[in-house]
């Protein structure tokens, strides 16, 4: 797949059906400064589609953080050709179509290579105002940290790369967790001008937390009985389904790290767990929460409210667990 093979949109000016060009171009709104990501992973549920749609999700995301808008996405594929039938890629390349067009972004074709290992994902082009977008700097003393997303997608993918029983009901948990787009926590923090967001994905909840609270130099509480599991996500810990990305994320920044004594030991686990397309961390100002959290819980989303930012102190660690 080298080029392109765009749908009929207004926004593309050159590649669209029937071109028969290597690149495509795009309009682009006045005002507004360009957000690009890129993300691309090795299969964690079996669905074909499903997975393409998990990927796409995933990078996605990357946009919706900062509160921007997707405005055009390239397929990202390494495919073993000689091992999987076509129509798995075909299944995959529709879940993540499906994924980017719910964003209302251009799927605008990518490149594809022959490989020994099947992985898929997005290069992503979004659009935002310039002067009105989260990032890891923003978050400010006595802001309030919402979470969108409940933890434990590591966890559940071992669990099915595993067989264990009852893997089809997890896979089907971390499809509607996981496919889920991020889209309502990116415009909250487009309308509520919010200025410190993440998304939580492969450092865990508090690997993320940490950057955040490095970035913009203050101090995280996390309120680890407010934090949302998936279900059978504290079973399957206690069982050690922990993925060895996790178990690093957690010994990396345990130094960063104070824990309250008595703290449930396969929670703090979790609190690392590596996630694939989990939800947004949103840094809300006291005077904005109940608003964000309407807006979220309007959507569809959760709004959990897991933490609190406060001025750092001296050399206290950026992140403490209560």
Not at 257 to 283: E, R
Request: charge should be negative; glycine fraction near 12%; include cysteine.
């Amino acid at each position: 797949m080298s080029g392109v093979n765009v749908q009929n949109d207004s926004r593309v000016l050159a590649g669209g059906p029937g071109d028969n060009e290597d690149a495509v171009v795009m309009s682009f709104p006045a005002g507004k400064a360009l957000v690009q990501t890129v993300d691309f992973f090795t299969p964690i549920v079996n669905d074909p589609y499903n997975f393409g749609r998990i990927a796409a999700a995933n990078a996605l995301s990357d946009v919706y953080a900062m509160g921007g808008e997707p405005w055009s996405t390239m397929n990202i594929v390494c495919f073993p050709i000689k091992k999987l039938p076509g129509e798995v890629l075909t299944k995959i390349l529709r879940g993540g179509k499906d994924a980017v067009e719910e964003a209302g972004a251009v799927p605008s074709g990518g490149h594809s290579v022959e490989d020994d290992e099947l992985k898929y994902g997005l290069a992503v082009s979004g659009i935002v105002d310039p002067k009105r977008f989260a990032s890891n700097r923003g978050v400010r003393p006595g802001d309030e940290l919402l979470l969108t997303k409940a933890i434990g997608t590591g966890v559940l993918a071992t669990a099915v790369k595993g067989e264990l029983a009852g893997s089809e009901e997890m896979e089907e948990i971390l499809f509607q967790t996981a496919g889920r787009l991020n889209r309502a926590g990116g415009q909250v923090i487009k309308v509520l001008g919010l200025t410190g967001a993440t998304d939580i994905t492969g450092f865990g909840l508090g690997g993320h937390l940490i950057e955040l609270a490095e970035a913009s130099r203050v101090s995280i509480e996390l309120r680890m009985a407010s934090v949302p599991l998936l279900p059978r996500a504290f079973e399957l810990a206690s069982m050690g389904m922990l993925p060895a990305g996790s178990i690093c994320n957690r010994n990396y920044y345990l130094p960063k790290t104070f824990v309250s004594q008595g703290l449930d030991p396969v929670n703090f686990d979790l609190m690392f767990d590596a996630q694939t397309s989990g939800g947004l961390l949103l840094a809300v100002p006291p005077d904005k929460l109940a608003e964000a959290m309407a807006m979220l819980e309007e959507a569809g989303d959760l709004a959990a409210h897991v933490g609190t930012a406060r001025a750092a102190k001296g050399n206290e660690p950026p992140l403490s667990i209560v």
